[in-house]
């Protein structure tokens, strides 16, 4: 059998029918005469291509597995003679153990309940045994043939074909790449590949979820990234890409380097001839290798004046601009034969830093000092993410108007998160994560300022695990920072050893010594900011809060997690997903009221519960009787603290550099820290979160009680206000028209809320902005004239994560609002690959209807269809109000029978 496959991301011959992701984005260049993007070559027709892996790359993905303590064939005869492998599990590779178990129908309904509990983890606490068998092309045995491993968790022995490759004492690190030269052991058929995989132990730099929620049961052991053949004529082409260095003020030219490796793999010098493509722009140089060597190369703009690009288009983010990818061509060919090709995508773009005059870290990208706006991204639990979830993910990200997605640890079982964010605009932030540098995570004790990667050993394992990851992905528009270590900073002998790295092969963009910096938990004990003995203080911040935040902290706070400075991680607290949701999570009987149940939903350690949530939302917006009831009160509770921690890092440019939510997404179905479930449901916090970001709009500031106009663009804004207030029964008791000017990337007050209004104990703040009467962004606020007060001297833990509250706002006037009536229409225009929902809304009442939320429900199993772009959502409709919003639904999920609109609200029941 034939058991080669190739990756997703590819353009092959009519053989495999397949049409690339490309979305709406550029990719052909054919504006720029000089850089028209090629189409790869193949080795020999008939085959596929595998960008960016060689000239030819079979992936190895069919496999079977097996714990090795009840299988009595060593590794050795396992891939050397037919043994019975009929009771062994079948298996697509990338796949942890537990993630095959529950693709073969072992286990169900994991997430669902406690069941994660019920999974016995004495079975994960030996080896397993992973088999492949495949065949060759006779014209593959005439090549050189690597045998390589992207990912191996933990540790490993490795047969071909009777023959030990290499054992555990050699094979271990979650994050090492593993090439082996294996042609002398092939055969045409029935090749067997036998790998033994043994268990991260405590101590070991393993997968970490840290107390995001409970551990995988297997704690991610197996092949989760691929295992494939690569083959080649004697010289292999690894590791390529572009950078580019513009050099003009208004960046009108960039000079272009393109680098890669070439390794040498047969016992003689070959010389050969290189070459670079970059549209109709060719290069070449020849070359030559000593027996076995590998050797950095690059073209430079010095040598080859092709590569000054005259008025490049720039990799953009969102809301910035488009993000173009060119796409680099590389051969190597030795007497005119090919012996190897890869091509990858690319973007020009500039990355640099700064210092504020009072020491926080800034980012420019292309010439802009650019407010950071992200959350933090975690993989599936059994790191079982498709292309189309993690597609899905960053859209909904782009979709928020963010324009960041950090990622503590480096995620993915492949490179589909980072391909995505280099086509949909989103700045990625990579680095190390916590997990490795707290004994509670490791099991052994740790160094109080490294952590654990403080040993000689741990630091040469850690410096390789890092250059293997930054070869493998340094080529990606889309990373704009390397951060090295997330709350703690490294050990002076790592850093020494990552600024090697960084010199030789990128310093195409800055590094950060630690997310964490002056908030880092030491530094809250000790009083003093930690800082690197190599290259000093980090300039950013983590100083959380974690956990229930209302609003005005986020204007008034200026020690902690306030809107000052760049804060790498930090969140209002916990985040309770829809009604949908809870459903799928919960059996009926423990869906209501919260049990024991739910905390094993939340987060873990101090996050362990909902408590503070709900003890919060009981204040603000009164107790809760059902479970309907109490989830429509999370989302509104959500959308309400969501919105402003955003909006106050807007409202306080300049002072303020960036912010990350934590977090983005769930490893699986969570209350705590997410702005959409891993159903793919957002929730109130997502909206918030839309709103919060859009690059021009109003904002109310919960501290200075001032209206804000917020200008993202890099241009001058005119536009009308319009300023309204009402009070609890809908009167309107404040109307305010002008017109403004605002400058570029600015943020300034236009009216401070008069004090002498008669308003209610509850009252509305609606703010629009028009250009020439067409709406072009609203705000709506329910405020409470029982302001928040925070009890700042009982701030808990170490470093603050939960900041106390001894008043709550007041909400609970909002039981009272009455039920309007609203009026809808549904029309559905179909697209080639998108089905898209108009609907228009009418309030026909004289009262608000508050806090609106719309669904699409597929009839025949009565859910909402996910995933799901809605232009807007949870929103409110003034008195006599008419509004069209948009949902957008790829067509795979548009359901086979009839689909209604669902409209439920605070004071609108879906059957009213």
């Known amino acids: 059998m034939d058991n080669g496959c190739w990756s997703s991301d590819l353009q092959c011959n009519v053989q495999c029918q397949y049409t690339p992701h490309y979305g709406s984005f550029t990719y052909d260049g054919t504006t720029d005469t000089d850089l028209v993007l090629s189409e790869p070559k193949s080795i020999y ?53 537990l993630g095959a178990l529950v693709k073969s129908g072992l286990y169900k309904d994991i997430y669902k309940d406690k069941n994660l509990l019920d999974i016995d983890t004495n079975q994960f606490k030996t080896s397993w045994l992973y088999f492949s068998e495949f065949d060759l092309k006779p014209l593959e045995l005439d090549y050189t043939a690597i045998l390589s491993f992207k990912g191996i968790n933990y540790r490993a022995n490795i047969w071909l074909n009777g023959t030990l490759i290499a054992d555990k004492s050699q094979i271990f690190g979650t994050y090492r790449h593993w090439n082996f030269q294996i042609e002398e052991y092939l055969k045409e058929k029935n090749n067997k590949l036998a790998v033994e995989i043994f268990p991260p132990e405590k101590g070991d730099f393993s997968i970490g979820f840290v107390d995001w929620n409970p551990g995988p049961p297997d704690k991610n052991m197996g092949l989760f990234r691929d295992v494939s053949l690569e083959f080649n004529k004697g010289i292999s082409i690894s590791s390529p890409c572009v950078t580019s260095h513009l050099n003009t003020p208004d960046y009108s030219q960039a000079e272009l380097t393109v680098a890669a490796i070439l390794q040498n793999h047969s016992s003689e010098s070959i010389m050969g001839l290189l070459k670079a493509s970059i549209g109709s722009i060719s290069l070449s140089k020849q070359m030559n290798l000593d027996p076995h060597q590998s050797i950095d190369v690059d073209f430079t703009s010095d040598d080859y004046k092709d590569l000054i690009i005259e008025n490049p288009k720039l990799w953009q983010p969102n809301n910035v601009g488009d993000p173009h990818l060119y796409r680099l061509e590389l051969e190597f060919y030795i007497n005119d034969a090919l012996s190897d090709s890869t091509v990858t ?27 950071i706006k992200g959350a933090g991204w975690t993989d599936d639990l059994l790191l079982e993410d498709t292309y189309d979830s993690i597609e899905t993910q960053v859209r909904y990200a782009r979709d928020m108007n963010l324009n960041c997605i950090r990622l503590e640890g480096f995620w993915g079982k492949d490179q589909t998160i980072y391909d995505l964010c280099d086509q949909y605009g989103m700045l990625v932030m990579v ?44 080529h990606h528009p889309s990373i704009f920072v390397w951060t090295v270590a997330s709350d703690m900073v490294p050990h002076p002998d790592l850093e020494r050893r990552y600024i090697e790295i960084f010199k030789k092969w990128d310093s195409s963009r800055p590094y950060l010594n630690s997310t964490g910096g002056v908030g880092s938990e030491q530094s809250i004990i000790t009083n003093a900011v930690i800082e690197s003995t190599i290259s000093g203080s980090s300039g950013v911040k983590m100083l959380g809060p974690y956990d229930h935040t209302p609003p005005v902290y986020w204007y008034t706070n200026t020690n902690l997690g306030g809107a000052y400075g760049f804060n790498t991680e930090t ?31 939340c987060g873990l350690y101090e996050f362990a519960s909902i408590s503070r949530f709900k003890e919060a939302l009981d204040e603000r917006y009164g107790v809760s009787n059902t479970i309907k009831e109490f989830a429509m009160k999370s989302q509104v509770m959500n959308y309400e603290l969501m919105r402003p921690m955003f909006e106050a890092f807007q409202n306080n440019k300049g002072k303020s550099t960036g912010i990350i939510q934590w977090m983005l997404n769930s490893a699986f179905p969570s209350l705590y820290w997410q702005l959409f479930d891993s159903y793919l449901m957002p929730n109130g916090a997502y909206y918030g979160v839309k709103k919060a970001c859009e690059p021009l709009h109003l904002l109310y500031n919960y501290g200075s009680n001032q209206v804000i106009l917020i200008n993202d663009f890099d241009k001058r804004q005119q536009v009308d206000i319009q300023i309204r207030i009402f009070d609890i029964n809908s009167k309107e008791i404040f109307y305010q028209k002008t017109q403004s000017i605002s400058e570029p990337d600015s943020s300034f007050p236009v009216l401070e809320i008069p004090g002498n209004l008669p308003l209610s104990s509850v009252y509305f703040l609606d703010l629009r902005l028009l250009d020439k009467n067409e709406e072009i962004s609203s705000n709506f606020y329910w405020l409470s004239q029982q302001k928040d007060v925070l009890d700042y001297e009982a701030v808990v833990g170490d470093f603050g994560f939960y900041t106390p509250s001894k008043e709550h706002a007041d909400y609970t006037e909002l039981m009272s609002l009455p039920f309007p009536q609203i009026d809808s229409t549904l029309t559905i225009n179909d697209l080639e690959d998108e089905q898209i929902y108009q609907i228009t809304l009418k309030n026909t009442s004289n009262k608000i209807a508050f806090f609106l939320v719309l669904d699409l429900i597929n009839t025949e199993v009565d859910n909402p269809i996910l995933p799901v772009f809605w232009s807007e959502n949870y929103f409110s409709l003034l008195p006599h109000e008419i509004k069209s919003v948009s949902a957008r639904v790829k067509r795979r999920d548009v359901p086979s029978k009839s689909t209604e609109l669902r409209i439920k609200g605070w004071n609108k029941d879906e059957k009213n």
Not at 357 to 366: A, L, P, Q, T
Not at 437 to 465: F, N, Q, R
Request: net charge negative; aromatic share 10%; charged share 25%.
């Open 571 to 601: 969140c209002p607290g916990a985040n309770v997903p829809p009604l949908d949701s809870l459903k799928k999570m919960f059996s009926s009987e423990l869906l209501w009221p919260i049990n024991d149940t739910w905390n094993f939903h």
């Open 431 to 474: 680095g190390w994560s916590c997990h490795w540098e707290h004994e509670c995570h490791m099991g052994v004790p740790v160094d109080p300022l490294y952590g654990a990667v403080s040993t000689p050993e741990a630091i040469e394992l850690i410096a390789e695990s890092w250059k293997d990851q930054l070869l493998s992905i340094r």
């Open 345 to 371: 995508n690319f973007g020009i773009r500039s990355v640099s830093d700064y210092l504020t005059d009072e020491g926080h870290r800034g980012y420019i990208i292309n010439g802009k000092k650019l407010l």
């Open 45 to 97: 027709p008939g085959d596929c291509y595998e960008w960016g892996k060689g000239m030819i790359t079979k992936k190895i993905k069919e496999w079977k597995i097996h714990p090795s303590i009840s299988v009595k064939e060593k590794g050795q005869k396992l891939s050397s003679e037919y043994t019975d492998k009929s009771q062994w599990i079948d298996v697509s590779v990338p796949s942890t153990v």
